[in-house]
């Protein structure tokens, strides 16, 4: 795992009460030391049971579910968690790449994947992205004169309405929400288009070029930037 230097800001979820379930110690230890580094409050799992047990105690806001563990499957923990529990946002760890199977966990109720090996950075703000959505969020989103309304659905630059398709204004969303923060291309895909099978990874790029038409073409300070080798991201 590798941290990159951008500036992540993480002090709204304070406290957030995050359950962390892998039945690799040393790994679980990491991923512990991580958020409570990031103000976040922490217990640890090794087994499914235990975390459905630890439910029933105390609810958190948030659990990152190792895929393979002792006792049941992840996909299992999953389940029974949403059965339950709507409100809990729940975030799949996975050494697995494969399309249909996040299609298959996110349809049993997982609101987000994390591949395996992963950076510190990605994994801070798919966190972060999760605790948004579920917390109070402000129905209007600005970038200097960039203006996004997500009751009414509208976006304006320096006063000037700009007219979006649904994906383009949930992907400006997307970028708006985790302002500052690179975004992957994986990370987009999933939160934009929810790992339709029929999507590949360039769509991304190819709707980032829509978007900065409209948003950026005209202006003299460019919002959108693209990080090579990284993803994309929005600045002030």
């Given amino acids: ?53 630890g439910i029933e105690e105390q609810k958190p806001d948030l659990v990152i579910l190792d895929l393979v563990l002792p006792d049941m499957q992840g996909e299992s923990v999953c389940s029974e968690i949403r059965k339950h529990h709507d409100d809990i946002s729940i975030i799949m760890l996975t050494s697995k790449n494969s399309i249909s199977e996040k299609v298959e966990g996110l349809n049993l109720g997982a609101d987000d994947y994390i591949t395996k ?13 999760r605790l948004r959505k579920f917390g109070k969020s402000e129905d209007v989103l600005r970038v200097k004169d960039l203006e996004i309304d997500t009751k009414k659905v509208q976006v304006h630059r320096a006063g000037k309405e700009i007219k979006l398709t649904p994906h383009e204004f949930k992907l400006l969303e ?36 829509y978007l900065r038409k409209k948003v950026d073409n005209g202006y ?7 990080v090579r080798g990284f993803g994309y991201t929005i600045n002030d």
């Fill in 174 to 209: 997307y970028l708006i929400q985790n302002k500052g923060i690179v975004l992957s291309r994986d990370m987009i895909l999933t939160r934009v288009w929810e790992y339709s099978l029929d999507i590949e990874s360039r769509v991304v790029d190819v709707y980032m070029g």
């Fill in 117 to 129: 090996p992963f950076n510190q950075d990605e994994f801070l703000a798919r966190i972060k992205s």
């Fill in 220 to 226: 003299k300070t460019k919002l959108i930037q693209s």
């Fill in 1 to 53: 795992l590798v941290s990159f230097p951008y500036p992540i800001c993480y002090n709204r979820f304070m406290k957030a009460l995050t359950y962390l379930v892998d039945d690799d110690k040393e790994f679980l230890n990491y991923l512990k030391n991580t958020l409570l580094e990031n103000n976040y409050s922490v217990k640890t799992f090794t087994k499914g049971s235990q975390v459905l047990a």
